[in-house]
């Protein structure tokens, strides 16, 4: 079966701080695919990365950056000098080799950020 | 914007009553998915369609049904409605090619209450 952990509800943080978002995964599959996305308070889902299991390298892009341990099943998410715009549920997803129907979401991560 | 195109954004509707909801992949891609957010069950995958036939099942209840039509549009139809059937509904598109998962892009959504 496969799952995704994202234990922390809800986090607020002042603007310019740095901010983590944890998230681990179970799954039996060995090629999997990790994604996370951000839905922001007007409800769309925006999609921000998919990373295979065979790629452990860390991405940045921009202000984001993504930190995949397989040793520990992790793959989580850090915002450097996070801003207001920020302000978003951050959901974390796993899905398998084949297709991705049976792609499974967190229950998501609600980041505040204060001005 | 991602592409995908849902209407309507908003319905309201009576118990016991049957709404559908329609959903407009992104250009290119043959694969739609149903996904149903709501504050207690989070974003449940409820059925994947592909190029017309059905894929994958998930939560999806008896009293809804999907179909994806030639032109790959697709629609839900959500039957004998009750209070605890309000709720988010997102569909999703992707490319779904031979070599592995793609990502998902989705839809604005359908904010569906049932009174």
């Known amino acids: 079966a496969q799952k995704v952990t994202q234990a922390q509800t809800e986090i607020s943080v002042v603007e310019k701080e740095d901010v983590t978002l944890d998230c681990v995964y179970e799954t039996r599959d060995t090629t999997y695919y990790l994604f996370w996305y951000k839905q922001p308070p007007s409800g769309e889902l925006v999609f921000l990365i998919r990373?295979?299991?065979?790629?452990?390298q860390n991405e940045i892009s921009g202000r984001y950056s993504w930190n995949f341990q397989k040793s520990t099943s992790s793959f989580n998410f850090t915002i450097t000098a996070s801003q207001v715009v920020d302000s978003a549920v951050y959901f974390c997803?796993?899905?398998?080799?084949?297709?991705?129907?049976?792609?499974?979401f967190g229950a998501g991560t609600r980041l505040t950020v204060k001005p | 914007d991602s592409g995908v195109t849902q209407t309507p954004k908003h319905l309201i509707t009576a118990t016991g009553q049957r709404v559908t909801l329609r959903c407009s992949p992104r250009?290119?891609?043959?694969?739609v998915y149903w996904y149903q957010q709501s504050l207690d069950q989070g974003l449940q995958f409820l059925i994947q369609?592909?190029?017309?036939?059905?894929?994958a099942k998930g939560n999806i209840l008896e009293r809804f049904s999907a179909q994806q039509f030639p032109d790959l549009h697709s629609e839900l139809n959500l039957s004998s409605l009750e209070l605890g059937d309000s709720a988010l509904y997102f569909c999703?598109?992707?490319?779904?090619?031979?070599?592995?998962?793609?990502?998902?892009?989705f839809g604005p959504g359908t904010r569906l209450t049932v009174l």
């Open positions: 369609y592909y190029n017309g036939e059905e894929r």
């Open positions: 999703a598109s992707s490319v779904v090619g031979t070599s592995g998962t793609n990502e998902q892009f």
């Open positions: 250009s290119g891609d043959l694969s």
């Open positions: 997803a796993l899905s398998g080799r084949y297709n991705n129907n049976d792609m499974r």
């Open positions: 990373r295979n299991s065979f790629d452990e």
